[in-house]
Structure formats: structure tokens, C-alpha cells
């Protein structure tokens, strides 16, 4: 599928990866939709040349105004980005954790955007060839020690998206998943080892999507994959480090 022209909604597109991306997106002119919960940014971002719309993930009310939005402003919705997320790092067995942070990361990392996906595959379906692009993480295939939250979050996100390859297989849908490697965002301030820009990234994988690949990543983030899967073991000495 060649992305121009088409109308385009990106979760957590008012920073990092997100907002690359949709900056990317509208060079190739596109109409970009960018979902953020701070109204002074969306207005920023308008001024460069972005559609917004305010919503907070974490409430369903939110959520399903935001909806109605896109089906009076936008009916003809052709890929959907479900990019926003956020990651606490703690360890589940030594930190008093406030509950209300494993709700938080749960509901914006997954069910949000789950139900924002169920919600938007009728305005999808109504267009001839569109897209869902779910970003997930290496942390999704293996978990983290000090992110256990985050990575249950992406491994549900990794399950869901697989799910919809297949529950939506014999329409004009088709499903990707956007593995990250670390980049440099505000996810990933304060963490030294190296990190890819986000320019780079999405350089890297636009033409993977172009060309319709199902995971669509970095060769390191391929071979972690491997390594997760046949190699566990090897996999936590590489996160423990
Ligand atoms: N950076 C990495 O190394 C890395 C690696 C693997 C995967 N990822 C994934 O890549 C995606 C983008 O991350 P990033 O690194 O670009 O992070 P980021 O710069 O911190 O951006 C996070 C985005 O999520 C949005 N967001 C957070 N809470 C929200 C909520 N309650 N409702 C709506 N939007 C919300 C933020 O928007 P507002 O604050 O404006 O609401 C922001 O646009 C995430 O899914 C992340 O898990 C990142």
C-alpha cells in the first residue's frame, strides 16, 4: 500500500516515535490525525499543519467521544496507529506500587486502544484499503524485570495483534505490528545504552509497511525475537544488563 492521501490517526502523536512519524506522513501528503491528551500541544500541532483530537486513553468516555469525532470529520479513515503508551519502571517484588500505575499502564497500553480499534473497524471497513498499526516491544515477546507491567501490556498487545490478522483476514483491513528497538524519546530519557532516533526508525520502517509486511522493525529487534523464543535464557542476560 503506498502511504499518500490517505487520512491517517496516530495515537500518541504529539511526541517521540508518534510524532516522527506523523511528520513523516505529512510530507507525504497525507491528512494526519494526531490523539494526545494536552490541549496546548494539540494546538501547536495544529499550527504545523495536523488535524487533533483530545482524548486520555485510560477513560472510555474519552474514548468514545473521540470516535464520534472521527466518524463526522473523518469518515474516510483508512490506517490507524495505535501508538500511544507509557512505561513505569519498577520491581513488582521490592516497591510499594501505587495501584492506580498497573491500572494506568494496563488501560493506555491496551485496553484503550482495544477498544478504540473495535470501535474504528466499522469507519475502516467502510474504505477500500486500510490499515491497523499496532506498536508493541521486544519487552511484549520477552518481559523485562524492572517493567513487568509494560511488558504484560505489549505481550497483549503482540497476542491482540496477531488475533486481528486473522479476525479480519477476509476484509479489506490488513493488520501490522511496529516493534520499536530503544529509541530516543521521552519513554527512554535518563537510560544511556544506545538508542536509535526516531527519524531513523521511521526512515526505516514506512517502506516496510509500504511493502506489507506483517512486523514491521529492526534487524536487532528481528534477531531478539529469535533469541526470545529459542533461547529464553539468553534473552534475560541481554534485558538484565
Ligand atoms: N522509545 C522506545 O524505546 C520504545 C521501545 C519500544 C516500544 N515503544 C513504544 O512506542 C510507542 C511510542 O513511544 P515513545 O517512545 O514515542 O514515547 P513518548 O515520546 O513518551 O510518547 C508517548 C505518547 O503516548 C501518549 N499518551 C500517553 N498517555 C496517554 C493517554 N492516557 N492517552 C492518550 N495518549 C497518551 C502521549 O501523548 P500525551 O502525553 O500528549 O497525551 C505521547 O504522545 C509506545 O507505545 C511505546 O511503548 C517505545
Redesign the pocket.
Known sequence: MKISNKTILI????????YILGKELLVKKNTVIL????GD?LKALEKEGFETIA????RQDDVEEAVLEIENQFPGLEILFN?????YNYLITDTVIPLTKIRDEIE??LTGQIILTQLLIPVLARNSDSMIVN?T??LGAFPKSDGLVYSAS?AGMRSFTTGLKYALKDTNISVAEFI????D????AGRSENKMSPEKLVQTILPQLERGKSIVTTSQIRIFLWISFLFPGLANKILSK
Open positions: 495515537t500518541g502523536g504529539t511526541s517521540g516515535i508518534g490523539l494526545g491528551r494536552n500541544r482524548c486520555d486513553l485510560g501508538n500511544a503508551g507509557v512505561q493506555i497500553n506498536t516491544s521486544g505489549k520499536p528497538p530503544v529509541t524519546t521521552n519513554m527512554t
